[in-house]
């Protein structure tokens, strides 16, 4: 089965903080994504990417970076952390077929005070 | 641009009625790849069902549902509610890129 794994799992940070959530696939898949989901509206992408190196902007990209080290890891940056962006955050990898569905992650609940 | 529409975010049902979830979806594309995702408490969301063929049933675990491409819907429904059905299901849409697009959810909560 495939397999992505994130971390930390929970994360509690401050306001003006610096903030990095991890994401790694055993898949080999070469998109992964990024989403935050918040009640009400869904599942949003952040940032995605399509292999190593490669980092694309979602849906909603403000306040967040990406980085594509290696096929297997994806990460996401907050810079300068805000209360707005207290969410649960999925990492998903994806591809490899006509469908290219998506597996995602057991999320990471980040609390930003 | 491509998006879904769940117009319902909350569904209460009793144990043993029939589910139906609502799905519909714009895209400009032709090739249309729809999904339904179920999101379990505490349990990372998983592929429940997909389609992308015009009038064909697709059916998983006790689920089904069929793409209708003349009005854009992709309706997700069960013959008879059971307790563990109870989760956050969401509809999504793959057209021209390998980008998901996913409606805003709909929690079922099924009660005895």
């Known amino acids: 089965e495939a397999a992505v794994t994130q971390s930390p799992r929970n994360k509690v940070a401050v306001t003006g903080g610096k903030v990095t959530l991890s994401c790694n696939q055993t898949?080999?898949?070469?998109?992964m994504y990024w989403y935050r989901q918040d009640t009400g509206h869904g599942l949003r992408l952040i940032h995605y990417?399509?292999?190593?190196?490669?980092?694309e902007k979602g849906d909603i990209p403000d306040g967040y970076k990406a980085s594509r080290p290696s096929q297997e890891n994806f990460s996401l940056i907050l810079e300068l952390a805000t209360p707005s962006q207290t969410s649960v955050y999925f990492c998903?990898?994806?591809?490899?077929?006509?469908?290219?569905?998506?597996?995602f992650g057991p999320g990471t609940r980040l609390t930003v005070l | 641009g491509d998006s879904v529409t769940q117009k319902e975010g909350l569904v209460t049902l009793t144990e043993g009625l029939p589910v139906m979830l609502n799905c519909t979806y714009q895209?400009?594309?032709?090739?249309?790849?729809l999904f339904w995702y179920v999101h379990y408490l505490n349990e990372s969301p998983r592929l429940l069902l997909k389609s992308s063929t015009d009038n064909k049933r697709t059916e998983h675990q006790g689920f089904h549902a069929t793409l209708h491409k003349s009005s854009s819907s992709f309706h997700l429904q069960k013959s008879s509610a059971q307790l563990s059905d109870s989760a956050l299901y969401y509809c999504a849409l793959r057209s021209n890129y390998n980008v998901l697009y996913f409606g805003s959810g709909t929690k079922l909560t099924v009660e005895p």
């Open positions: 895209t400009i594309y032709s090739n249309a790849f």
């Open positions: 990417s399509y292999g190593a190196g490669s980092t």
């Open positions: 998903a990898s994806g591809g490899g077929t006509d469908y290219a569905e998506q597996f």
């Open positions: 898949n080999n898949h070469n998109n």
